[in-house]
């Protein structure tokens, strides 16, 4: 496996070896000792997420203000811009994002540890993403920054307006939103 850091060091992109003959492909998409070893991630993965959404779709930016939870993102379907903002009020990247295209062609992972808010917007006709978290959803928890929060100036590479839940867009602007210490 190989780890492409970013420009906040926590969050990592991770592109897996991949073994492809006329059959087809085999990727070992987790592997605790090796993430360890390579990328210094020992987190424990207690749930998988499995989410199905359209073109233009922008989900987030989610997090859990107690319960935080780490991620580790995939695409199998299709392709998404991913984002995450560091929501850590004292760490130097505060208020700061990065992002990387996910697809199943590139087979690329996103590492994002608990302190980020994490959000994606669907590039291809539809886009199924799966993410292993290191804690339970609590919806009593959950916050959600306004995707668009001109302090975050997140360039969501958008080529029409985006489809977004009610709750996405009643998000939060980081300036009055619950973050992490």
């Not at 420009?7 to 006329?22: A, C, G, Q, Y």
């Not at 749930?47 to 233009?56: E, F, K, L, P, Y």
């Not at 695409?75 to 990387?100: H, M, N, Y």
């Not at 994002?112 to 669907?122: C, N």
Request: proline share 6%.
């Amino acid at each position: 496996m190989k780890i492409i850091p970013t420009k906040i060091p926590e969050v990592l992109i991770i592109e897996p070896r991949v073994f492809s003959d006329d059959r087809g492909f085999f990727l070992e998409s987790y592997n605790h000792k090796a993430f360890a070893a390579t990328a210094n991630i020992t987190a424990e993965f207690v749930m998988d997420g499995h989410s199905r959404s359209g073109q233009n779709v922008l989900r987030g930016l989610h997090y859990q203000i107690q319960q935080p939870q780490g991620k580790l993102v995939r695409v199998v379907v299709g392709e998404i811009l991913d984002v995450a903002a560091d929501i850590r009020k004292g760490s130097p990247t505060f208020g700061q994002w990065v992002s990387c295209s996910l697809s199943a062609e590139n087979k690329r992972q996103l590492w994002i540890p608990e302190g980020f808010a994490h959000g994606f917007y669907v590039v291809s006709q539809v886009a199924e993403v799966l993410y292993k978290t290191t804690d339970y959803y609590a919806p009593q928890h959950e916050r959600t920054l306004l995707w668009n929060d001109p302090d975050l100036a997140i360039d969501w590479q958008l080529t029409t307006e985006p489809m977004l839940s009610a709750k996405d867009q009643a998000g939060q602007p980081l300036k009055t939103a619950e973050v992490y210490p």
